[in-house]
């Protein structure tokens, strides 16, 4: 009996945060589809997957908390995604009307970088829930440490994730609607828990 409660307890708290993380997912949905509040949005989704990833419960009023908490800041990490990306997909765009040689190394060192910038964003909105200074800026440069430190775990963690993506805009599009967004961020914000346990040497124990 007492080896059946934990298991118990296990499934029951597994429910639970799949329902939030559907309940998350819907409301993230709803104001992504509002254009104007996509950003914050993604302020919400990721402050409330954040408490779930350490073992704290959420609801929507934890989204709305984040969604008003971290307003500018995703507008600022907006912005700039919007100015770098456009930038990195304008020039892939103009060198691939390119004929010559040379636009084929342009355009594979743009995709490179653009690879690069898009791996980095994955773990960028996990580290500003994470770390003291919020700016943008020092959430890149912490997960270019992630990237440089932990090159496998960041790679594999970058191709399970994108490849939630894909299925989630090409194969499995309803559940764009319940459920990837969500999963999305929980498991970024697993993956960059984990990765600062590993990279960050934790204090001993006072005598």
């Known amino acids: 009996m007492n080896d059946e409660q934990p298991a118990r307890d296990r499934l029951v708290e597994a429910a639970s945060d799949i329902s939030a993380l559907v309940l998350i997912n819907v409301i993230w949905f709803v104001c992504t589809a509002l254009v104007v509040t996509a950003f914050p949005a993604l302020g919400g989704l990721y ?117 939630l993506a894909w299925a989630s805009l090409f194969a499995m599009r309803p559940a764009l609607v319940f459920i990837s967004a969500s999963l999305f961020a929980y498991l970024a914000n697993k993956a960059v828990i984990r990765a600062i346990d590993r990279i960050v040497p934790k204090a001993p124990p006072a005598a």
């Not at 995709?111 to 943008?136: K, N, S, Y």
């Open 47 to 163: 402050h409330a997957t954040n408490a779930l990833a350490h073992g704290k419960p959420a609801d929507w009023r934890t989204f709305v908390e984040g969604f008003r908490a971290h307003f500018w800041l995703s507008w600022r990490w907006g912005i700039l995604n919007v100015v770098i990306g456009g930038a990195l997909v304008g020039n892939l765009v103009f060198y691939d009307q390119i004929a010559a040689e040379w636009a084929i190394v342009a355009r594979a060192v743009i995709a490179l970088l653009l690879t690069g910038w898009g791996v980095l964003q994955i773990f960028a909105w996990p580290l500003l829930m994470e770390q003291a200074d919020r700016r943008v800026r020092v959430a890149l440069q912490n997960s270019l440490v992630i990237l440089i430190r932990l090159p496998v775990f960041a790679l594999v963690v970058a191709g399970g994730l994108a490849l």
